[in-house]
Protein backbone atom coordinates (compact mmCIF):
# COMPACT_ATOMS: atom_id res chain seq x y z
CA UNK A 1 0.00 0.00 0.00
CA UNK A 2 1.31 3.44 -0.63
CA UNK A 3 1.45 4.73 2.95
CA UNK A 4 3.53 3.74 6.20
CA UNK A 5 2.58 -0.26 7.60
CA UNK A 6 2.14 -0.97 11.26
CA UNK A 7 1.83 -4.48 12.34
CA UNK A 8 -1.03 -4.54 14.78
CA UNK A 9 -1.42 -8.31 16.06
CA UNK A 10 -0.27 -11.81 13.97
CA UNK A 11 -2.52 -11.05 10.71
CA UNK A 12 -3.91 -7.98 11.67
CA UNK A 13 -2.30 -4.52 9.58
CA UNK A 14 -3.18 -1.13 9.23
CA UNK A 15 -1.89 1.30 7.14
CA UNK A 16 -1.71 5.61 7.67
CA UNK A 17 -0.50 7.79 5.04
CA UNK A 18 0.33 11.38 7.42
CA UNK A 19 1.12 13.50 4.55
CA UNK A 20 -1.82 13.99 1.97
CA UNK A 21 -2.10 12.55 -1.29
CA UNK A 22 -4.06 12.83 -4.25
CA UNK A 23 -6.54 10.06 -4.43
CA UNK A 24 -4.66 8.92 -7.76
CA UNK A 25 -1.67 8.01 -5.71
CA UNK A 26 -3.26 5.47 -3.97
CA UNK A 27 -1.75 2.17 -4.62
CA UNK A 28 -3.05 -1.40 -2.92
CA UNK A 29 -0.92 -4.32 -3.87
CA UNK A 30 -2.07 -8.01 -3.34
CA UNK A 31 -0.93 -11.48 -3.62
CA UNK A 32 1.19 -14.14 -2.26
CA UNK A 33 4.39 -11.85 -1.61
CA UNK A 34 7.59 -12.06 -0.09
CA UNK A 35 9.69 -9.41 1.65
CA UNK A 36 13.20 -8.70 2.25
CA UNK A 37 14.54 -5.65 4.50
CA UNK A 38 16.79 -3.68 2.30
CA UNK A 39 17.37 -1.07 4.51
CA UNK A 40 16.21 0.97 7.40
CA UNK A 41 13.58 2.15 5.49
CA UNK A 42 12.84 0.54 2.64
CA UNK A 43 11.59 -3.33 1.71
CA UNK A 44 11.45 -5.40 -1.62
CA UNK A 45 8.59 -7.36 -1.94
CA UNK A 46 7.74 -9.85 -5.03
CA UNK A 47 6.70 -13.46 -5.29
CA UNK A 48 8.65 -16.23 -3.54
CA UNK A 49 10.43 -17.60 -6.72
CA UNK A 50 12.07 -13.71 -7.49
CA UNK A 51 12.53 -12.65 -4.25
CA UNK A 52 15.92 -13.56 -4.03
CA UNK A 53 16.94 -12.11 -7.00
CA UNK A 54 15.08 -9.08 -6.08
CA UNK A 55 16.59 -8.52 -3.05
CA UNK A 56 20.35 -8.44 -4.58
CA UNK A 57 18.76 -6.05 -7.43
CA UNK A 58 17.66 -3.16 -5.57
CA UNK A 59 20.34 -4.47 -2.35
CA UNK A 60 21.50 -0.60 -2.69
CA UNK A 61 18.81 1.43 -2.65
CA UNK A 62 19.24 3.06 0.86
CA UNK A 63 22.54 4.43 -0.83
CA UNK A 64 20.23 5.79 -3.92
CA UNK A 65 17.59 7.43 -1.04
CA UNK A 66 20.67 9.30 0.21
CA UNK A 67 21.79 10.78 -2.69
CA UNK A 68 18.68 11.84 -3.93
CA UNK A 69 18.14 13.65 -0.43
CA UNK A 70 21.81 15.21 -0.51
CA UNK A 71 19.98 16.91 -4.33
CA UNK A 72 16.53 17.31 -3.45
CA UNK A 73 15.89 17.18 0.47
CA UNK A 74 14.58 15.17 2.92
CA UNK A 75 12.63 11.94 1.63
CA UNK A 76 9.15 13.11 3.40
CA UNK A 77 6.88 9.60 2.86
CA UNK A 78 9.54 7.69 4.96
CA UNK A 79 9.28 4.08 3.66
CA UNK A 80 10.17 3.44 0.30
CA UNK A 81 9.22 0.39 -0.48
CA UNK A 82 9.48 -1.86 -4.25
CA UNK A 83 7.53 -4.15 -5.60
CA UNK A 84 8.37 -6.74 -8.42
CA UNK A 85 5.74 -7.32 -10.51
CA UNK A 86 5.10 -10.90 -11.51
CA UNK A 87 6.47 -12.00 -14.77
CA UNK A 88 3.08 -11.88 -16.55
CA UNK A 89 3.53 -7.59 -16.19
CA UNK A 90 6.92 -7.49 -18.28
CA UNK A 91 6.39 -3.65 -18.74
CA UNK A 92 5.98 -0.56 -17.06
CA UNK A 93 5.84 0.14 -13.36
CA UNK A 94 4.24 3.26 -11.10
CA UNK A 95 5.57 5.60 -8.20
CA UNK A 96 3.48 6.09 -5.77
CA UNK A 97 4.34 7.47 -2.17
CA UNK A 98 5.82 4.71 0.04
CA UNK A 99 5.78 2.03 -2.69
CA UNK A 100 7.14 2.12 -6.05
CA UNK A 101 5.78 -1.41 -8.72
CA UNK A 102 8.86 -2.28 -11.06
CA UNK A 103 8.88 -4.00 -13.59
CA UNK A 104 10.46 -7.99 -13.32
CA UNK A 105 12.53 -7.13 -15.99
CA UNK A 106 15.64 -5.14 -13.93
CA UNK A 107 16.08 -8.24 -12.71
CA UNK A 108 19.59 -9.87 -13.68
Known amino acids: MSALRRDLKI ?3 SFQQPVPIPSYLLAIAVGVLESRQLGPRSV ?3 EK ?3 ERSAWEFAETEK ?3 A ?11 QYDLLVLPPSFPY ?3 E ?3 LTFVTPTLLQ
Open 11 to 13: GKT
Open 44 to 46: VWS
Open 49 to 51: EEI
Open 64 to 66: YLQ
Open 68 to 78: AEKLCGQYVWT
Open 92 to 94: GGM
Open 96 to 98: NPC
